[in-house]
Structure formats: structure tokens, C-alpha cells
């Protein structure tokens, strides 16, 4: 190779680095990503006390027992929600608990109202860097058994937030 | 130019990875906890009252025990033994406090000694819960669920008229009071 030609295979590779680190930050930062997106729990979805038999309701508006999450970031996004069909006590006993439209809740910083949406299925909204963080809140339905066994019960919801 | 050539193409491959990897998607994801508690609960409902019936002294000390069983929900003499049903869904302490003999209206006495079982509710007085036993002053059952529900069971009360204090008390009629207590630690 002559030195001609060795420049020129210098000169590729410090483009191809170049192009291949430099711009990639700038087109994550664009796609409103790029290490940007954060989701953090605030508080969980609590029903407090149940009653035997006696069906409870958290709805979104509901600040003391509802679901929250703050979420952090900019651009086009999606929500999806992975949600248990039941609570479960240690002993195994359940709670039942159903979720569907108006359980969940979006509200952007500078909105005045919470956009609802259900939880069910995936949901579909832009998030402007003025109005992060946005906030999520969940509700939903428990309906204990008229035999339901005193006790603590518990499950997860798990909340992933995707940015095509 | 050959080598002008060359060096475009390997631009090209250098370049592709870098399209790529502007096209991976950014996720995040958290969990959080959804959490009740059902409280502990309790509710009596009176079956029937123990009933020794009507007792007809010998009067010469040949006069037999009157007994009732737990499980004679129906018995000859009017007798019968009494039950409370007793709806839980949790562990429940039930504190018997019995009498150790009923008062007469003219202010007599006739010594009882009790005994005592439970059963799964609707169960005919088949004792599947606790075995029947002596059912003293103070005693305890302590019930406990079987399963994830909650659950109903009946606790039977029979008892025992001795024949000598039978013999040795005024005609009258005599009562008693058994109280329960539950308590769910």
C-alpha cells in the first residue's frame, strides 16, 4: 500500500468512528431517548382494608390509594402494562382484580387533567420536554369472596415504557 | 481509483452499523405493588338452646344421669343439645365461660357439668372440627382454617344432670347461661 493509499484508509476509519460514536447521542436524543427515559415508582396501588364479599374500586383520581409513576423523558412513546389477575395472600388465598378503561390515567406536567386510557392495552402519546415528568396512575377493581380469609395480599404491576 | 474504490466501500460498511443502532428501540420499565388487607371477622348466630327436658325423680337414689350428647340435636324428653354457629376467617380463640350448675326460680341449685365439640356447619353434629370433650369453665377451642376461605362452624354443648343432685332438688326449673367469647389473635 502506498502512502497515498494508507491515507486514505485512515481517512475511512476516523469517518466511520466518527460517524458511528458522534452521531448516534444525537439521534437518541432526537428519537427523545437515548438514556433519557426514566420511570420511577412514586407509590403503589393500595386498597387499604377490604371486606369479605364487599367489591372495592380505586379509581385514578383517588390520591391517597391509587397507583403512581413519574416518567421522565421526551418524544413519541408507548405504555404497556403487565397486570396480575389476583392478589395473593402467603397462605395462597386470592383476590381477584379486574382493570379496563378509565383504570389508567396519563397527566403531563402542564396539562390540567389526566388523560384516561386502559390499562389493557398498549396506549400512545407524545411527551414534550416541557412537560415532563408525566405522571401515570393506575386504579382498579378488587373483589374479595364472601369466604375471603383475613390476611395481607399482594401482587406487582409491571410498567414498561417503549420509544419506537 | 481502484483503491478510491476500495475505500468508499469500506466507508459504506462503517457506516451501516451506525444506522442501525440509531434504529434500537429505548424501553424503560418499573413495577409497583398493589396491596389489601381483608380484616379479621367473626359472627354468632344461635342454633338452639341445650335443653335437659323434663326430669322425673325416682325418689328412692335409683334416679340415672341425665345426659345429653353434643351430637343429640333431637333426643327423647325434650331434650336436645344446643349449638351456636360461629362464622370466621381467621384463627378465632373461643373462650368457653359455663355455670357450674343452674338456678332454680325458688333459688335452688342443680350441678351441671358440660361438654363440647365443633363441626363443620350443616354437618348433622358430626364432630369434625374438634373432638367432643369436657367443656369446664375456661376452657378454649381454638379454631383454625382449613383452607384459603373463610369458614362456619357449629360448637355443640351437651351436658350431664347427676341422678343424686336430680334427686336432692326442689321441683323447679332450672337455667344456665354459656357465654362465648371469640378472639382472633
Known amino acids: 500500500m502506498t502512502a497515498r493509499g494508507r491515507g486514505y484508509a485512515v481517512l475511512c476509519l476516523a469517518l466511520s468512528l466518527s460517524y458511528a460514536w458522534g452521531p448516534a447521542p444525537l439521534q437518541g436524543q432526537a428519537g427523545g431517548g437515548g438514556g433519557g427515559l426514566t420511570l420511577s415508582a412514586v407509590q403503589p396501588l393500595s386498597y387499604g382494608l377490604l371486606t369479605a364479599g364487599d367489591p372495592d374500586a380505586v379509581t385514578v383520581d383517588d390520591v391517597v390509594r391509587r397507583g403512581e409513576l413519574e416518567l421522565k423523558g421526551k418524544g413519541q412513546m408507548e405504555i404497556m402494562m403487565v397486570l396480575p389477575a389476583s392478589m395473593l395472600s402467603p397462605e395462597g388465598a386470592e383476590i381477584d382484580l379486574d382493570f379496563r378503561f378509565g383504570d389508567a390515567g396519563l397527566q403531563l406536567k402542564r396539562a390540567a387533567g389526566v388523560t384516561l386510557f386502559d390499562p389493557t392495552v398498549s396506549y400512545s402519546f407524545f411527551l414534550d420536554s416541557k412537560d415532563s415528568p408525566a405522571r401515570i396512575f393506575l386504579g382498579g377493581l378488587a373483589s374479595p369472596a364472601a369466604d375471603q380469609a383475613a390476611g395481607e395480599y399482594s401482587a406487582q404491576i409491571t410498567v414498561i415504557v417503549a420509544q419506537p | ?185
Open chain 2, 1 to 185: 481509483m481502484t483503491k478510491l474504490t476500495i475505500s468508499l466501500a469500506t466507508l459504506a460498511l462503517m457506516v451501516a452499523p451506525a444506522g442501525v443502532q440509531a434504529q434500537v428501540n429505548t424501553n424503560t420499565n418499573n413495577t409497583i405493588g398493589v396491596s389489601a388487607t381483608v380484616g379479621k371477622a367473626f359472627r354468632w348466630s344461635l342454633g338452639q338452646d341445650l335443653l335437659f327436658g323434663t326430669i322425673a325423680p325416682e325418689g328412692d337414689g335409683s334416679t340415672a344421669n341425665v345426659t345429653v350428647a353434643t351430637n343429640q340435636l333431637v333426643a327423647a324428653g325434650g331434650r336436645q343439645a344446643g349449638y351456636v354457629s360461629l362464622y370466621f376467617n381467621a384463627a378465632t380463640n373461643v373462650t368457653v365461660a359455663a355455670p357450674a350448675s343452674l338456678a332454680g326460680g325458688l333459688g335452688g341449685t342443680l350441678a351441671v357439668t358440660f361438654t363440647c365439640g365443633a363441626a363443620t356447619s350443616g354437618n348433622g353434629g358430626t364432630l369434625d372440627v374438634l373432638a367432643s370433650g369436657a367443656c369446664a369453665d375456661a376452657d378454649v377451642l381454638s379454631l383454625t382454617l382449613s383452607g384459603t376461605g373463610s369458614e362456619t362452624v357449629d360448637i355443640f354443648f351437651g351436658g350431664t344432670l347427676a341422678g343424686a343432685d336430680v334427686e336432692a332438688a326442689a321441683a323447679d326449673t332450672y337455667t344456665g347461661t354459656i357465654t362465648l367469647t371469640a378472639v382472633q389473635p
